[in-house]
């Protein structure tokens, strides 16, 4: 981060009444800034998430997918800063960026639209970045003629109309505008709104396209790292998965925004207590995650029964004469089973 950057950072964090260090720390700004506004290293980061309304994200691998880097290279005009976004991932059509700094504006010259953003630790952030250069430098970045332009979104808008102004505006390829041609045939002219009806989308376009129209905060469960704080059981039994387990904030990948249960569940049995942000995700990808990671949650607790044991050398026991047994022919009819019992 330089002076510029900094001087930036520092002037937009004093307007928010939070104190701010005299200059730009050597290493871990936000572990720094939080210090100062007593926070510890472990809660800086969503603590700075939160000041700013971002995802906070421990990413499991610093690198660019593949994916990721072709949709990027679609996008992508040119950078207009030393330390830019960068891309991870994706979430359908969307491209995932990470940053240390909350308040960088460049996207490359891709549209916001088309971006969802989370903020990462700067040692992270300096790894992707490592990785980053390095496949750049051996395949250059070719970007179009100028930035890409598109149409105001449709606000509020269903599925159908989403899908249409998706064609018009976004740089498909044949068999992606195909695919979505299919899905605008499927929804037989009705503008549905329903998450239930994501499912005539490709996968993972129908949370895109309802983070576009609503703003609605979403995130990709395939980039959500393990965790160890609830129970697999649990996860499974609600649908939900924790991208990001803070010290007192937790980030919730939830199918269906409404989904209250698993928050009564958690808190009901005593448990520590969190504050949930939900990020709609992909049902069948959640729970990818959960199978992905089974085994390094923690376990269920399970009610055990206790008392106290006590020796008796008569009580339920049966005394049994050899001489007696010997006397018995268990193969006659004349036999009852209460003598050969007795």
């Given at each position: 981060m330089n002076d510029a950057q900094w001087n930036e950072l520092a002037e937009n964090l004093r307007s928010r009444n939070l104190s701010v260090p005299a200059s730009?720390?050597?290493?871990?700004?936000?572990?720094?800034?939080?210090?100062?506004?007593?926070?510890d290293s472990d809660s800086a980061l969503e603590w700075m998430a939160g000041q700013f309304e971002m995802i906070p994200l421990h990413l499991t691998r610093a690198a660019c997918s593949t994916q990721a880097e072709e949709i990027f290279r679609?996008?992508?005009?040119?950078k207009t800063s030393e330390e830019p976004w960068l891309p991870f991932g994706t979430l359908g059509p969307l491209v995932l960026f990470a940053h240390y700094n909350p308040i960088t504006i460049d996207y490359w010259g891709i549209p916001k639209n088309f971006i969802i953003c989370a903020l990462v630790t700067e040692s992270q952030y300096r790894e992707l970045h490592g990785d980053f250069t390095d496949r750049f430098n051996f395949n250059p970045l070719v970007p179009p003629t100028a930035p890409l332009e598109v149409e105001p979104p449709p606000v509020g808008e269903g599925l159908l109309t989403m899908t249409q102004w998706f064609l018009r505006n976004y740089p498909l390829t044949e068999k992606e505008r195909e695919a979505l041609t299919d899905s605008e045939r499927a929804f037989n002219g009705?503008?549905?709104?329903?998450?239930?009806?994501?499912?005539?989308?490709?996968?993972?376009?129908?949370?895109?396209?309802?983070?576009?129209?609503?703003?609605?905060p979403s995130f990709a469960p395939?980039?959500?790292?393990?965790?160890?704080?609830?129970?697999?059981?649990?996860?499974?039994?609600?649908?939900?998965?924790?991208?990001?387990?803070?010290?007192k904030q937790v980030y919730l990948l939830v199918a269906e925004r409404d989904n209250f249960a698993f928050e009564d569940e958690w808190l009901s049995t005593g448990s520590e207590e969190f504050?949930?942000?939900?990020?709609?995700?992909?049902?069948?990808?959640?729970?990818?995650?959960?199978?992905?990671?089974?085994?390094?949650?923690?376990?269920?607790?399970?009610?055990?029964?206790?008392?106290?044991?006590?020796?008796s050398d008569t009580t339920n026991l049966v005394e049994i004469d050899a001489a007696e047994m010997q006397g018995l022919n268990p193969a006659s009819i004349h036999v009852t089973p209460e003598q050969i019992i007795h």
């Open positions: 730009c720390p050597d290493s871990d700004p936000i572990a720094a800034i939080a210090h100062l506004n007593h926070h679609r996008l992508a005009y040119e009705n503008d549905y709104r329903r998450i239930s009806d994501f499912k005539l989308l490709p996968k993972n376009y129908g949370i895109a396209f309802n983070h576009i129209s609503k703003n609605e395939d980039y959500a790292p393990s965790q160890t704080v609830f129970p697999d059981t649990l996860l499974e039994k609600h649908g939900v998965y924790p991208l990001y387990c803070g010290k504050h949930f942000t939900k990020l709609l995700a992909d049902r069948t990808s959640i729970f990818e995650a959960i199978a992905r990671t089974r085994g390094r949650g923690v376990q269920a607790a399970k009610e055990v029964v206790t008392g106290e044991l006590n020796y």
